[in-house]
């Protein structure tokens, strides 16, 4: 828990690195109704491929720099030689990020997607995807920032893009599923198992690549 506050506060202090991405989200889901005026009366055709793009871009923004700062001062090689299990650290570093910038961005999505549909139940099974796939995404593009700590985040967002594609897939299927009634649930299972996978094994990997850069 201590290490959990710890990064919680590091956090807390770069407004720009959670709001940032909360915002650009918020903006892009204000800007999709003003760009397809011949579509006023039926929103909801494209909205839910710009609501998981939107997720896609806010977590490539959130992962900018979660990194490069420890790195460039020298501080994530003091962490790395007084921490025994580095990746942990990492862990709990991308649960904070979830939480402080994939949450709220999962609760816009509910909102925006009431707003446009108006349909309730839609929009409640849209926030549990919504969670999942941020959490999904946050991983696949830490793992893109490690890969390319010191030669700029456009490669990592280049190298981990296609990883992301996969979860894009599923979740358009989910959204066909859930309005023709389809039993939706063994989407979500998929997205968890992904997410399980993923949860455990980036951590480790992106440890190894950091102690690599830091060689």
Known sequence: MKILRLEYLKLRKKTRSWL??????WLIMLAYPLTVEFLQDKLEIGFFSVLWIAILISMMLATEDIFIEDYNDGSLEQIMIKNSSFQFLVSMRIVIYWLM???PISGLSFFFSLGTTEEIFLSLSIFPLALISSYIFLNLFVLGNALSLNKGSLLGALVTMPLALPVLIVLGKSVISIQLGINFLEFILLLLGCLSIIMIIVPV????IIKAHLE
């Open 20 to 25: 940032g991405p909360i915002l650009v989200f």
């Open 101 to 103: 910038i994939g949450v």
């Open 205 to 208: 990997i992106v440890s190894y």
